[in-house]
């Protein structure tokens, strides 16, 4: 890591660049913002893994028994973000999707 001694002869708009530059890196939080184009994965999260609970021949619930609560656990322990947000926006049940 660098010493702060480097930094001393450094001027005011050197430390609001590096500030600004920290401030809009990317982030989960930002990742998972919602956006239109965020809005359109959540309608197309559930209809691809309705298609593949089709091809599987299982009935529909099989995605609300076995896909849901991983997401909810990856939701929680990995992206640390609410489980119930992530989870609304799939909707897996026969007549929603």
Same mark, same amino acid.
């Given at each position: 890591?660098?010493?702060?001694? *480097? ?10 660049? @590096?500030?600004? #530059?920290?401030? /809009?890196?990317? !982030? ?11 809005? *359109? ?10 298609? @593949?609970?089709? #091809?599987?021949? /299982?009935?529909? !619930? ?36």
């Amino acid at each position: 890591m660098a010493s702060t001694a *480097d930094k001393t002869e450094k001027d005011l708009k050197y430390f609001q660049r @590096l500030k600004d #530059k920290f401030q /809009k890196r990317p !982030t989960l939080d930002r990742m998972f913002a919602s956006t239109s184009q965020r809005n *359109d994965d959540g309608l197309r999260a559930p209809y691809n893994t309705s298609l @593949l609970n089709a #091809k599987s021949g /299982k009935s529909h !619930t099989i995605g609300e028994k076995l896909i849901l609560p991983p997401v909810e656990e990856v939701s929680k322990t990995v992206l640390h973000k609410p489980a119930s947000d992530i989870i609304k926006r799939i909707p897996l049940s026969n007549n929603t999707v």
